[in-house]
């Protein structure tokens, strides 16, 4: 199975960026689509953003509209979040997950392996 693996977390302050990075053991092949997720304590884990892994499209949740950018680099096996104008609702241990097949992208339960995760602490 592929394993993945996040970086580039951090503490920031507000209005900072980071660049998180999910890196593939191999080559996704059977993969639909790609997503990062994220889980704050004591919430529960929540889609932030997804793309499909040999199209275009990508999906976003409201919160993150306009701030973060999802993108992947094939070549490298390589998933990005680009994260501007952080605020400190977005302080959460970020994972990126891989989708076998169709079925709604937004959903947790529709990924089928995962990353350990990254933390992203932003500071006000």
């Known amino acids: 199975q592929v394993q993945l693996r996040e970086s580039g977390g951090g503490l920031v302050q507000a209005g900072d960026s980071l660049r998180l990075s999910c890196v593939a053991s191999e080559r996704p092949s059977k993969t639909y689509a790609m997503g990062w997720f994220r889980q704050a304590p004591g919430k529960e884990r929540e889609f932030v953003a997804a793309?499909?892994?040999?199209?275009?499209?990508?999906y976003y949740a409201e919160s993150v509209k306009g701030r973060f950018t999802i993108s992947r680099d094939n070549a490298k096996n390589t998933l990005y979040l680009q994260m501007n104008n952080l605020r400190p609702e977005d302080t959460a241990a970020y994972y990126c997950?891989?989708?076998?097949?169709?079925?709604?992208?937004?959903?947790?339960?529709?990924?089928?392996?995962w990353g350990q995760g990254t933390q992203v602490t932003v500071s006000s």
């Open positions: 997950a891989g989708k076998i097949g169709g079925g709604n992208i937004y959903l947790i339960t529709q990924y089928g392996y």
């Open positions: 793309i499909r892994w040999t199209a275009t499209s990508t």
